[in-house]
């Protein structure tokens, strides 16, 4: 089998780092839940940022997690109350999926920058007000997506966008957990008022993006879809977690399945699992007219490789496979999802992982479940911005 000399690849994503030296950034984080631990761990890494407030619904709760990361920021329960008083610089929204239009749009409308976690939203039409909002302010929005910030994902882009797989045509992604529904730390996620969207929006988003970012976002045009919630809704479901208790709780989607016509002719076949009794339902694979990568399935798509890809393709008339070697991480991915967002704020440039990509994701994630709801395949419209 060929190998391809890996150093001919770089990271386009972590090259610019820019340290502000005149003053700190003020930094808000809404939603003190699980992944604001993440986020506050890696701005503590950064010199030139504080994190001076941080506000959850939840009474104590903004408090007990400065005190666990010895933190002295002021709390607050009301969001907008943090937001008007604390002269920000910028905030982190790392609030369940139903609550991050709303908290993204009241940043941006008093002018402030947002990494904003995944998924976007929960539907389309709540991304396009964060669009449009975004747009009046003047101020950037990042989405969370730290898997494009692993030189494997990057690697993807560059062999789709270099042209060595020919015109793609047909993509297969997706992936999922055996037994997996995520409950252990919190119980917002099967929730449909906190979540709105269950595999889908915690693991479907990451496969949509790995293959949406390496075709450089074709926009999506129709979507078949089901979403369904055979397992999460019986108690034998959590029996490794000992919650039998949340099955009555479960109120979103734990499998998924799609067709979806993309821009250029390509058609994206996707399914996501939460809970499902096979090993795995499938490799993501990406078919062109002179070559196809197949890339391993891990067994829950979270972002990260662990098994080489291959290109099949031809030579001299002959099949053969190239295997492109793992590459390995340099830097915590969640540290330059952070850092990069710092860098934008600070210089004024483009978000990283920009609302203006992320946008036919969720308009992928909605179609599937307003498919699903209503039993055939729907139209995708998203208005020119
Ligand atoms: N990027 C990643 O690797 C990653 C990993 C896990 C979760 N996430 C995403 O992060 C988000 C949060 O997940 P989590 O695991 O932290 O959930 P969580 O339930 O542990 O925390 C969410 C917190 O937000 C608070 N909250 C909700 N609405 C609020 C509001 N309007 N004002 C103030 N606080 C509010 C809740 O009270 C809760 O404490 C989800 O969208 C999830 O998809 C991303």
Not at 86 to 114: F, K, Q, R
Not at 119 to 126: D, K, N, R, S
Request: a negative charge.
């Amino acid at each position: 089998m060929a190998k391809i000399d890996m150093n001919n690849f770089t990271s386009d994503m972590t090259a610019k780092e820019v340290v502000r030296s005149d003053r700190k950034l003020r930094i808000g984080i809404i939603g003190t839940g699980g992944i604001a631990n993440s986020h506050i761990a890696s701005y503590l890494k950064q010199p030139d940022v504080e994190v001076v407030a941080g506000a959850d619904l939840i009474p104590g709760k903004a408090a007990e997690f400065f005190k666990s990361h010895e933190v002295e920021a002021k709390d607050f329960t009301d969001y907008k109350e943090m937001i008007d008083t604390m002269n920000l610089d910028a905030v982190s929204v790392c609030t369940y999926n139903c609550t991050h239009a709303e908290c993204t749009i009241y940043a941006l409308e008093h002018g402030l920058p947002v990494l904003l976690e995944k998924p976007m939203t929960v539907t389309l039409e709540e991304a396009i007000a964060i669009r449009e909002a975004e747009k009046k302010s003047g101020k950037i929005v990042s989405v969370g997506f730290q898997p494009r910030f692993d030189a494997n994902m990057q690697m993807i882009k560059k062999i789709v966008q270099s042209g060595e797989l020919g015109r793609i045509y047909y993509v297969q992604t997706g992936g999922g957990r055996r037994h997996g529904i995520p409950v252990s730390w919190s119980e917002t996620f099967i929730e449909k008022d906190k979540a709105g969207l269950g595999a889908l929006g915690d693991i479907g988003c990451y496969s949509i993006d790995l293959v949406m970012n390496a075709l450089g976002n074709p926009k999506p045009l129709t979507v078949s879809g089901t979403a369904t919630d055979y397992f999460g809704t019986t108690p034998e479901a959590y029996s490794q977690v000992g919650k039998p208790e949340c099955a009555k709780k479960f109120g979103v989607d734990d499998f998924a399945s799609a067709y979806i016509r993309l821009e250029g002719g390509i058609i994206l076949d996707f399914r996501i699992a939460w809970y499902m009794h096979l090993d795995t339902p499938g490799d993501t694979i990406i078919m062109g007219t002179k070559g196809s990568l197949r890339i391993p399935s891990t067994d829950c798509w979270n972002g990260s490789f662990y098994k080489p890809m291959t290109i099949y393709h031809d030579v001299a008339g002959e099949p053969v496979q190239t295997e492109i070697p793992l590459l390995p991480a340099t830097k915590d991915l969640f540290d330059l999802k952070i850092r990069s967002f710092l860098d934008a704020v600070i210089t004024g440039g483009e978000a990283p992982v920009p609302t203006s990509q992320i946008i036919y994701n969720q308009a992928i994630l909605d179609g599937i479940k307003k498919s699903s709801d209503c039993g055939h395949e729907v139209e995708i419209n998203i208005p020119e911005m």
